[in-house]
T-cell receptor, first 115, second 115 residues
Framework: SAVISQKPSRDICQRGTSLTIQCQVD?????MFWYRQQPGQSLTLIAT?????????ESGFVIDKFPISRPNLTFSTLTVSNMSPEDSSIYLC????????????FGSGTQLSVL | AQKITQTQPGMFVQEKEAVTLDCTYD???????LFWYKQPSSGEMIFLIY??????QNATEGRYSLNFQKARKSANLVISASQLGDSAMYFC????????????FGSGTRLLVRP
């Protein structure tokens, strides 16, 4: 499985500010995925990030709120913009792996608290 | 529509005993993958085991095995010889292979291992 590093691991932010989360993979991957886990909930896919094209967002998530960059095949960033307390969540990046790319692995996550 | 159901919000198990975590799924696709992840209090999502819908053998990974009953649409996780470090949230998830890499997660089961 790929080694997936996320930064920061946790942060406490003020309302109205923005935070950029970084995801670094130790091998080249075509697609990277960003998930959100709100407190006490399971994970929800925010968007799929392909290198060289615009990210594809799931219903309920928009680019203005969650801009994503994918400058190369090993790196992606997710920005949480104009934060409110409702954005307090764990944010995780994910990549496909396994012999046929059938398995999905996650980074260590970013625990975000918005005051 | 895809759906994952985990009916056990919480489970207790005695150290060194085996425990089964239930998961049922609903899909109209023939090709899909089933996953189990472990989430400790640190928030990371740790991949445990994967079962493809066409795999004839039940998947095993060390102390983890997946009891796959396709006709019943169930994919229960069996943890043998429980350890204190197994205390965590466990999520069952599904991916339809012919559409996207989007994972649909269940609500999770919190497992506590008693010494």
């Amino acid at each position: 499985s790929a080694v997936i590093s996320q930064k920061p691991s946790r942060d406490i932010c003020q309302r109205g500010t923005s935070l950029t989360i970084q995801c670094q993979v130790d091998s080249q991957v075509t697609m990277m995925f960003w998930y959100r886990q709100q407190p006490g909930q399971s994970l929800t896919l925010i968007a799929t990030a392909n290198q060289g094209s615009e990210a594809t967002y799931e219903s309920g998530f928009v680019i203005d709120k969650f801009p994503i960059s994918r400058p190369n095949l090993t790196f992606s960033t997710l920005t949480v913009s104009n934060m409110s307390p409702e954005d307090s969540s764990i944010y995780l990046c994910s990549v496909a792996g396994g012999l046929k790319g059938e398995k999905l692995f996650f980074g260590s996550g970013t625990q975000l608290s918005v005051l | 529509a895809q759906k994952i159901t985990q009916t056990q919000p919480g489970m207790f198990v005695q150290e060194k005993e085996a425990v089964t975590l239930d998961c049922t799924y609903d899909t109209s696709d023939q090709s899909y993958g089933l996953f189990w992840y472990k989430q400790p209090s640190s928030g990371e999502m740790i991949f445990l085991i994967y079962q493809g819908s066409y795999d004839e053998q039940n998947a095993t990974e060390g102390r983890y095995s997946l009891n796959f009953q396709k006709a019943r649409k169930s994919a229960n996780l069996v943890i043998s010889a429980s350890q204190l470090g197994d205390s965590a949230m466990y999520f069952c998830a599904m991916r339809e292979m012919d559409s996207s890499y989007k994972l649909i997660f269940g609500s999770g089961t919190r497992l506590l291992v008693r010494p």
